[in-house]
């Protein structure tokens, strides 16, 4: 499935942009739908594989274009907000998953029956029929993205979704206004500069932010949260202090649970504090989690059993095992409040409209990439080098933590047309983005009536912004 939402990933863009960021959400809703009744009616290797590799297609179009969707959707105030959403909903749906899997195991005689039926597995791959087909539905009665509808040159449907969105359905309203005449000015701008293909990711004003935002989505996978969340139920096991459901299903409950602050407050701390104390927590963890284990683990060798697939445990130190799965959950939670949301809402907003899904896609790659990588490399790494694992996963950490301060500006409170200034002013990432927004500005403005700007009428033709400062009248 990873390979699958790297290609899916890759191709997003395309349909984004031709087709809308809506209309890309819906075709994905039907690709995983035919992927899931592929896993589902599969009768050997051959045919799962495929409707793994389809599923995966619709993972990578999702992942790169939810993000941008809600990104040009969401008011300023609210937006790290509401893209965290797609990372509580993936949480969400981890949880609820591992609990299907987990009944549907005991059908047919449960796990140990030699006999047992197909049921187990392709009951949870139907039921995944269930999300896709609500997603779909529920896109008919969402708005097409009103920054894609300014870039096809649809103004007035554009002004009508923004003042559905954000000014009561007036298209009048100051803050409709404001945030028209700004789309207006930057996409007009962009065009100038022929800033809509591929090749403009590549100058190096845009490079910088591309690179940042796949390094973004590197980091994330290279913090080594798969590695914890899939060691600790060893630990677990080895040091008969829990069995696999209660050691997963805790880790998927924080995972969820602690992602609700980060829905709540990113707006409020910000998204450069949420990487940086994120990177600096994660590393110290995985430092003291392989610290245990190089003092109290000795080497280990089973050829059958769930702890096969380890070569080093920790035995008749239950303090330190604790120790261990204390630390691998504090690490789960500390990820969910930090870098979990924090790594699709900072990609999704730095990036021009004109080639906003472009360089979100290959952000997004960059993500299923890595993905893919450790999915092969970990379990034989954690075999051949053991503890030593958590301390690469540190090391790791410690790059993501000074590569973020010196290269990831604050971008909360700043309009997605804004984010050139916050980028191109020469301020280093590290200096204080100042406070205040160009659109509350401009809505200022209008509602003192020194800019009167005019809603479009075109019928859905070329933009037609009316727009002058009054000056003031002295006696």
Not at 177 to 203: D, G, K, N
Not at 207 to 222: E, F, P, Y
Request: aromatic share 10%; proline share 5%.
């Amino acid at each position: 499935m990873p390979a699958g939402s790297l290609v899916g990933a890759l191709l997003s863009s395309f349909i984004a942009d031709k087709y809308s960021r809506k209309s890309a959400i819906m075709i994905a809703s039907v690709i995983w739908i035919v992927g899931s009744i592929l896993q589902t009616a599969a009768n050997g290797i051959a045919l799962l594989v495929v409707g793994r590799v389809v599923a995966g297609l619709c993972v990578g179009i999702a992942s790169a274009i939810v993000p941008v969707y809600q990104a040009e959707i969401a008011p300023k105030e609210i937006r790290g907000r509401v893209v965290s959403l797609q990372q509580w909903a993936i949480t969400w749906g981890i949880l609820i998953q591992y609990f299907i899997q987990y009944g549907a195991s005991f059908t047919g005689g449960g796990p140990n029956n030699p006999n047992q039926g197909t049921a187990a597995f392709r009951i949870p791959w139907a039921v995944q029929i269930i999300p896709a087909v609500i997603l779909f539905t529920g896109m008919f009665f969402l708005p097409k993205s009103p920054r894609w509808l300014a870039t096809q040159d649809r103004w007035e449907e554009a002004v009508r979704v923004l003042a559905d969105l954000h000014g009561h359905g007036d298209m009048n309203h100051p803050k409709v206004l404001a945030e028209y005449r700004e789309i207006e000015e930057v996409l007009r701008f962009e065009r100038e500069e022929a800033m809509s293909s591929f090749r403009a990711l590549t100058q190096p004003r845009m490079l910088k932010r591309v690179v940042l935002g796949m390094s973004i989505q590197m980091w994330s996978q290279l913090s080594g949260v798969n590695v914890m969340m899939y060691y600790v139920v060893y630990v677990m096991l080895a040091a008969g202090i829990g069995d696999i459901l209660l050691t997963a299903s805790i880790q998927y409950i924080l995972n969820v649970t602690l992602t609700l602050p980060a829905i709540i407050f990113l707006d409020k701390w910000g998204r450069r504090p949420s990487l940086l104390i994120g990177s600096f927590g994660m590393m110290v963890l995985l430092f003291i989690v392989g610290a245990l284990e190089a003092v109290y683990g000795e080497p280990f060798h089973a050829d059958t059993g769930p702890l096969a697939a380890i070569s080093w445990v920790l035995r008749g130190h239950p303090a330190v095992s604790k120790a261990v799965v204390a630390c691998s959950y504090l690490f789960v939670c500390l990820f969910a409040v930090t870098w979990g949301p924090t790594s699709w809402t900072y990609p999704s907003e730095i990036f021009p409209s004109q080639i906003r899904a472009k360089a979100v896609s290959l952000a997004t790659a960059s993500n299923w990439a890595w993905n893919c990588a450790l999915a092969f490399a970990v379990p034989p790494l954690l075999w051949s080098i053991n503890w030593k694992m958590y301390m690469i996963f540190a090391v790791f950490n410690g790059c993501a933590f000074i590569h973020m301060y010196l290269t990831a500006p604050e971008t909360k409170g700043k309009t997605l047309e804004e984010m050139d200034e916050v980028f191109d002013s020469g301020r280093p990432a590290w200096k204080a983005v100042p406070k205040g927004s160009r659109l509350d500005a401009l809505q200022r403005e209008i509602e003192e009536g020194t800019l009167k700007v005019a809603a479009p009428t075109d019928g859905g033709g070329g933009a037609v912004v009316v727009s002058q400062r009054v000056e003031p009248k002295y006696q």
